[in-house]
């Protein structure tokens, strides 16, 4: 009796706190507004860099002599793997922890805009680097090419402006949990909590390389620096770099787009599960991009290999939710036999169609990643533009298909306007677009990157070589695939605007699937981040130490700095 | 925690399949010697025109070795040393090669030599060279503002084909 | 739990499908590469 009126009390609370958070709260919209901004104008900039890029290797188009390919080069990886990536996810992820655990306190945002302004800042100063041609050293800026020390700074600081937001969504899932203690966690406020964790320890390894190794020899306080150790730091942060990327988009696969389609969540407790296996093995692999350098053990290239292939198991797993969910879903709509209910999804609703190709994209994307980590194969790919056509597919259609898609009924849900019809088709011919565009530039990146073509290379006939009038072939394709790309970014930010200031004002909803109904319990060992964050560190110390402790005991004489651009 | 009948099917394949994968990859590593670049010889990057080999850098035949050729490379911005490199088909090849400044790339467009130079270090790669053929020798890591026009050429050629 | 078992039981042939497929191409893929890398010296 007790425990019924309990039950009953509970389920009312809930559905009072479930309509009183339903929409985010304007004040913490403005913050999630004031990044995803700073996001779309990075596609843009970003999306110029990249037509330049692929004009000029086509071999018919000149830069004015002002600007250098390598500093475009570095614009476009600068922009789109930093700016447009993280202030995406800190605003989205802004807008959902308000979304599913409630609005921020005062002091939490406060934070969360303090995150904003100092990577902002960093920002700024980073491009005036870029700009000025101090800092042609893309966005890897792997040593001795030596950038201004201000560059350094700057991206350094975009880093803890991040972690600064990441710090206020993590408080106010940590108050969600203290007023509901017992209860099961909002697994989207969940995933965001997640992936800064994931993102925190990450970036401790670029932050060291930054701050103690690239800054002080930048300035002159030390003459030189170890490379190796600097490239394995970076490492150590940039294939984690590219899950924090990944997971945001998972989120809109695991959360969002169930509701957008009228289904539910398959399981919150396998989906909870990935996030956690990512969470462990996401940043114990970073060795699997070194395979080709020397001065590392190849035991240790071998163990971070199967490591690697660990860490691909939780996207099957994905793959398996995503699927059961449309399948689900398009029964209950009557869709018959082994493939009918596919023929039942919403394909005219954008913020399910683009998010969809994102997913196609990512499957190619997944199985190239897999040729990429496979130790010797690396040596068949390893800086051949085959690597830049994978990781086109995976984050810049995968993931930024994903961001895109998700922008156009967040901005307007922020900011209290609609996604007109109009506008919804505009949406839909963008991922059309996208997918040709990207299937044509990036086949020929990968075709071409099978038979030697360097990425990261400016246009060059290598002395008339016969390979690499081959290659040039492939970069024509690369030009036209490219452009339509650029096509699709004008579009998009037309609508970016559009939703932004002139869309209707209106209602537009934040979708946030619920779970099947009879599906089992959450154990409460998959919330559990102690747990999860001690098996992290101890993978992470397995997986590094003795590498690290090999690469400093070995080091020859450190590298002075050059700046050859 | 629950967990539907196919997806437990689905995580044995596809588990399974990359279970396959490591077992081939390192197999053929460990048994058949296939490591990526897996040299760990140091030197002073600063003096490496002063330092055996790498003071002569060319092809050498080599005797009473396990192969017969070493062909040494010297990176430097913007150009390799030596700028040609011949070979006959069907001789074991050690290549041996190192920076004089930044990180260089040497990428063998067309086979697995794909090597990282980075100062300080010497990287090393043995194979048997089977197939004639002239391949390009290109830096596959950005140096700076010549890193397209850095390259070389390897030419494995057939001693006893006299039409040229 | 008359329900838990329900969906156990979901049809879900379509996905089991699918992800086959998705198996499928990063058999072919990567057997694709190994076999390039095996051809080359």
């Not at chain 1, 940590?174 to 995933?191: D, S």
């Not at chain 1, 919150?268 to 060795?287: H, R, T, W, Y």
């Not at chain 1, 897999?370 to 085959?386: F, G, P």
């Not at chain 1, 011919?429 to 290379?457: D, F, T, Y």
């Amino acid at each position: 009796m007790t425990t019924a009126t309990k039950e009953t009390t509970q389920s009312t609370i809930t559905t009072s706190v479930k309509e009183k958070i339903e929409k985010v709260d304007r004040r913490d919209a403005k913050l999630a507004l004031a990044h995803i901004y700073v996001a779309f104008i990075a596609l843009f900039l970003g999306g110029i860099a990249g037509l330049l890029q692929v004009l000029v290797r086509s071999g018919s188009f000149d830069l004015p002599s002002f600007i250098n390919y390598y500093q475009v080069l570095t614009v476009h990886g600068v922009l789109l793997g930093l700016v447009l990536t993280t202030f995406f996810i800190m605003g989205f992820q802004a807008a959902g922890v308000s979304r599913s655990c409630g609005t921020f306190t005062d002091k939490q945002r406060a934070i969360g805009w303090a995150g904003f302004w100092v990577s902002t800042v960093g920002l700024v100063a980073a491009a005036a680097m870029i700009l000025t041609n101090e800092a042609s050293v893309l966005y890897t800026f792997y040593a001795p090419l030596q950038a201004h020390w201000i560059y350094y700074l700057g991206l350094a600081l975009v880093i803890v402006g991040s972690w600064l937001s990441s710090l206020a969504q993590v408080m106010r899932f940590n108050q969600w949990r203290k007023e509901h203690k017992g209860q099961t966690t909002p697994l989207l406020g969940f995933m965001v909590v997640v992936n800064n964790f994931l993102w925190f320890v990450a970036t401790l390894g670029v932050a060291v390389e930054v701050l103690v190794q690239l800054i002080p020899w930048s300035l002159g306080l030390v003459e030189r620096v170890d490379v190796l150790l600097s490239r394995t730091l970076f490492w150590y942060f940039g294939h984690a770099l590219v899950y924090f990327w990944l997971l945001p988009a998972y989120m809109i696969w695991y959360v969002v787009i169930p509701k957008v389609i009228g289904g539910k969540i398959f399981s919150d407790a396998l989906a909870k599960l990935s996030f956690m296996l990512f969470l462990i093995l996401s940043v114990p692999v970073g060795l699997h991009h070194q395979f080709t350098e020397p001065g590392i053990d190849p035991l240790w290239k071998f163990i971070q290999t199967i490591l690697t292939m660990f860490v691909v198991v939780p996207s099957l797993m994905t793959a398996f939710s995503l699927f059961a969910t449309f399948e689900l879903r398009g029964r209950e709509l009557g869709g018959k036999g082994i493939f009918g209910w596919f023929k039942k999804l919403p394909w005219n609703d954008s913020r399910f169609l683009l998010p969809f190709i994102a997913m196609v994209a990512f499957i190619p994307g997944g199985a190239t990643g897999i040729v990429n980590a496979s130790y010797q194969l690396n040596e068949l790919v390893h800086n051949t533009i085959w690597v830049t056509g994978h990781f086109h597919l995976t984050v810049a259609t995968g993931v930024a298909l994903t961001y895109i898609g998700a922008a156009f009924w967040l901005i307007p849900h922020l900011n209290g306007r609609k996604l007109t019809k109009r506008a919804n088709s505009m949406a839909n011919c963008v991922g059309i677009l996208w997918a040709i565009g990207m299937a044509i530039m990036s086949g020929a990146m990968h075709v071409a990157g099978l038979l030697g073509a360097p990425r990261r290379s400016a246009y060059s006939t290598y002395g008339g070589s016969e390979q690499a009038t081959e290659w040039i072939s492939y970069q024509v394709a690369q030009a036209i695939g490219g452009s339509i790309l650029f096509i699709a970014i004008l579009i998009i930010t037309a609508l970016i605007i559009y939703v932004s200031f002139f869309a209707p004002k209106g209602e537009e909803e934040f979708p946030i699937g619920e779970v099947a109904a009879g599906s089992a319990p959450t154990p409460a060992i998959l919330e559990n981040f102690k747990v999860w964050g001690v098996i992290m560190i101890a993978v992470i110390i397995f997986a590094y130490t003795i590498p690290i402790f090999d690469i400093i005991n070995n080091s020859p004489l450190g590298s002075v700095g050059y700046k050859l651009w | 925690m629950e967990i539907h009948k196919y997806e437990k099917w689905w995580l044995v394949f596809g588990g399974g399949t990359l279970l396959v994968f490591l077992i081939v990859l390192g197999v053929s590593a460990f048994h058949g010697g296939t490591h990526p670049n897996n040299s760990k010889w140091t030197i002073n990057y600063e003096k490496v025109d002063e330092i055996a080999p790498f003071d002569n850098p060319g092809v050498h035949k080599v005797e009473g070795k396990d192969w017969d050729y070493e062909v040494v490379l010297v990176a430097q911005a913007f150009a390799y040393t030596p700028m040609e490199i011949e070979i006959p088909v069907g001789s074991k090849v050690r290549f041996i090669a190192t920076t004089k400044d930044v990180i260089h790339g040497l990428g063998i467009a067309g086979t697995n030599i794909n090597l990282m130079l980075e100062p300080g270090y010497v990287s090393e790669k043995i194979t048997t060279v089977d197939e004639v053929g002239e391949y390009t020798i290109v830096c596959n890591e950005y140096c700076g503002t010549g890193h397209a026009l850095m390259y070389s050429t390897l030419k494995v050629v057939d001693p006893n084909d006299n039409s040229n | 739990m008359t329900k838990q078992k329900k969906s156990s039981d979901d049809n879900l042939k379509g996905t089991l499908f699918a992800t086959f497929g998705v198996g499928l191409v990063i058999i072919i893929v990567w057997v694709y590469c190994f076999d390039l890398f095996i051809g080359r010296f």
